[in-house]
């Protein structure tokens, strides 16, 4: 009986070394895995920044014609006006103020209000919307662009 303790007991530890053994293989082979991508991307940092910059230059290019769009609504409830508002945003097309955005976003509008990158907030018409293509096309004061 004193015997069949020891041989399992060593059984269990040659599985367990076993096991450790290769728990210690996946690690080295995860580890060197993960110094040729470090080394991977070590050679191509210049591709990387080179990337970041051109999204930069975009976003520094393309950010302003990027508005924020505020829909003052009447709504009518128990007899009394209520003003709902909702928001989205659209983007401008024309150096005289035209600028794109959703039907829904400017749907049953009473008052629009567009607010540039810069922080300013001009008053806008709706020009034109249909609701089967979910576009609008609304018109701020051209001059302040």
């Given at each position: ?34 110094s ?89 018409e ?11 096309v ?7 662009l």
């Open positions: 009986m004193k015997d069949s303790f020891y041989l399992l007991l060593y059984i269990f530890c040659i599985q367990n070394i076993r096991l450790c053994i290769c728990q210690q293989i996946k690690l080295v082979q995860a580890l060197s895995q993960l040729i991508m470090v080394t991977l991307i070590n050679n191509d940092l210049h591709l990387l920044d080179a990337y970041s910059q051109t999204v930069s230059n975009i976003y520094n290019v393309i950010s302003p014609s990027v508005v924020h769009i505020r829909n003052v609504r009447l709504k009518q409830t128990n007899k009394k006006n209520e003003n709902n508002e909702s928001m989205g945003s659209g983007f401008i097309i024309s150096s005289d103020g035209y600028i794109i955005s959703n039907h829904h976003v400017a749907e049953g509008a009473r008052e629009l209000f567009v607010t540039r990158d810069d922080g300013t907030i001009l008053k806008a709706l020009k034109g919307s249909d609701p089967s293509t979910d576009i609008a609304l018109k701020i004061d051209g001059r302040s």
